[in-house]
């Protein structure tokens, strides 16, 4: 499992031993988390925040020395969903997979996560099924991939906010023509502030078409003498 810093993954609380919590990554190896990257502020019982057993989504801080470093505190409710729902998504593929090739199943999922994620496989078999038809052939996959076309999944929205400001005479018109874009929903929040969303199936397709009109932002305002910066955290 290729990891990350600044990922977020979903884990389960092992064990808490003083001021250390373990976890096990899904799919993937133990990882830590200290007292500080619990939650903010003074923290009086770990378990408050963790116990053995729960299911929860951390972000990786540091690799080194074959530790894995993860923080708590520092993942938005956003990004808790965003991990969340790929979850369940991930759950709905393995079980159409059992359904269709049966007991072999768990030998597949372990080839495919060798090389990625599930939910990436499944979502690229789905625009390209080459490399399902390699592994189960083509009559499986177009069975599974019927399946999953059949599927109402639940599209996952992506959301990012910006600031972006000028003092010219005509500067409405100008932030108008900035963030006019028929793919990205714009929402104006107050003080100069604004949200952008999108809404896929695919999280990292919403989340690169908001980075591509971040950028597009961030060009016009420069040739316009706006100021643009992205509100961090949001």
């Known amino acids: 499992m290729n990891l990350e810093e600044g990922e977020n993954v979903l884990c389960t609380v092992e064990k808490i031993q003083g001021t250390t919590v373990f976890v096990r990554i899904e799919n993937g190896p133990e990882g830590t988390i200290v007292t500080s990257e619990i939650a903010p502020g003074r923290i009086r019982n770990?378990?408050?925040?963790?116990?053995?057993?729960?299911?929860?989504?951390?972000?990786?801080?540091?690799?080194?020395?074959?530790?894995?470093?993860?923080?708590?505190?520092?993942?938005?409710?956003?990004?808790?969903?965003?991990?969340?729902?790929?979850?369940?998504?991930?759950k709905s593929y393995g079980s159409i997979l059992k359904s269709v090739v049966g007991e072999q199943a768990l030998n597949i999922l372990e080839k495919i996560r060798e090389k990625e994620s599930l939910y990436d496989f499944f979502e690229e078999a789905k625009t390209?099924?080459?490399?399902?038809?390699?592994?189960?052939?083509?009559?499986?996959?177009?069975?599974?991939?019927?399946?999953i076309n059949t599927q109402k999944i639940k599209s996952i929205k992506i959301k990012k906010e910006i600031k972006l400001t000028t003092q010219d005479s005509d500067g409405l018109d100008k932030i108008k023509d900035v963030l006019s874009n028929k793919e990205i929903i714009v929402k104006y929040i107050g003080r100069g502030r604004y949200s952008l969303e999108s809404e896929a199936e695919n999280p990292k397709i919403a989340d690169k078409k908001i980075q591509k009109f971040s950028e597009e932002i961030e060009k016009k305002a420069k040739i316009l003498g706006m100021e643009f910066s992205i509100v961090e955290g949001k």
Do not use: F, W
């Not at 390209?128 to 399946?147: C, D, M, Q, R, V």
């Open 46 to 90: 770990i378990r408050d925040y963790v116990v053995p057993n729960k299911k929860i989504v951390c972000k990786v801080l540091r690799l080194k020395q074959g530790n894995i470093e993860l923080s708590l505190r520092r993942v938005t409710q956003k990004e808790t969903k965003e991990v969340l729902d790929k979850y369940q998504q991930e």
């Open 128 to 147: 390209n099924p080459k490399e399902i038809e390699k592994i189960l052939g083509k009559e499986k996959a177009a069975k599974i991939l019927g399946i």
